[in-house]
């Protein structure tokens, strides 16, 4: 079941800040936050573990509510080179190793 | 150093074509994956090896059949390729289910 990304779309001047939603209508295992610019790969951002774990980057932050089956990333003082489109991936308790990826939010950063 | 390779980046095909496109990564993963990413950017799981063992295989037509030689490498082959194939193909690989996936740069598939 591939999980619900909000908002779409964001525009942001450099340094305000933006809130990524993520929910699944299942129970996780885990959330995966990458994020795309125009022609490229993916690139890994952060992974959130059942339990509490996090792995990833220093100046991202995000966070998992078992409970709620949501995730929230948060770009706090957005640079120009934030610009992209953020994708999280969920795995499902019931889907060992298998990334459901949301339909992604395009992030804009202007000067 | 290339962490995920894949070739060819571009593939321009005719209908009914057979196609292959290769996956090599130096990192030393057990696991890779390949993913199709649509003209809407959706990105959508399609396979996943397991030191060379199938663990995931998606609802995807057995026009495409993929193939693990050895723990570095996954072959995706494609037969008789369709329109709706056309799409962005991505190889990833990763360590195992949590860690983070590296994903190759990507083959553009283009069928006419």
């Known amino acids: 079941q591939q999980p619900v990304q909000s908002p779409q779309a964001v525009i942001l001047r450099e340094g305000e800040d933006a809130v990524i939603n993520c929910s699944s209508s299942?129970?996780?295992?885990?959330v995966h936050w990458y994020r795309q610019k125009h022609g490229e790969a993916p690139i890994f951002l952060m992974i959130?573990?059942?339990?509490?774990e996090q792995k990833g980057h220093d100046k991202i932050s995000a966070s998992f509510n078992e409970k709620k089956q949501q995730s929230s990333l948060y770009l706090t003082a957005s640079q120009l080179s934030y610009s992209g489109t953020y994708f999280c991936?969920?795995?499902?308790?019931?889907?060992?190793?298998?990334?459901?990826f949301g339909a992604g939010t395009q992030v804009v950063v202007t000067p | 150093d290339t962490a995920v390779s894949q070739t060819p980046k571009y593939l321009v095909t005719q209908m009914g074509n057979d196609k292959s496109i290769k996956c090599e990564q130096n990192?030393?993963?057990?696991?890779m994956y390949w993913y199709k990413q649509d003209s809407k950017k959706f990105l959508k799981i399609m396979f996943s090896?397991?030191?060379?063992?199938?663990?995931i295989n998606e609802t995807v037509p057995n026009r495409f059949s993929p193939k693990s030689p050895d723990k570095a490498h996954l072959n995706l082959h494609i037969n008789s390729l369709e329109l709706g194939d056309s799409a962005v193909y991505f190889c990833?690989?990763?360590?195992?289910?949590?860690?983070?996936?590296?994903f190759g740069p990507g083959t553009r598939l283009t069928v006419l």
């Open positions: 990833a690989s990763s360590q195992d289910r949590d860690s983070e996936q590296f």
């Open positions: 299942k129970a996780l295992y885990s």
């Open positions: 959130l573990l059942k339990g509490g």
């Open positions: 991936g969920t795995e499902t308790t019931d889907s060992w190793g298998k990334l459901q």
């Open positions: 990192l030393g993963h057990d696991t």
């Open positions: 090896y397991n030191n060379k063992e199938l663990i």
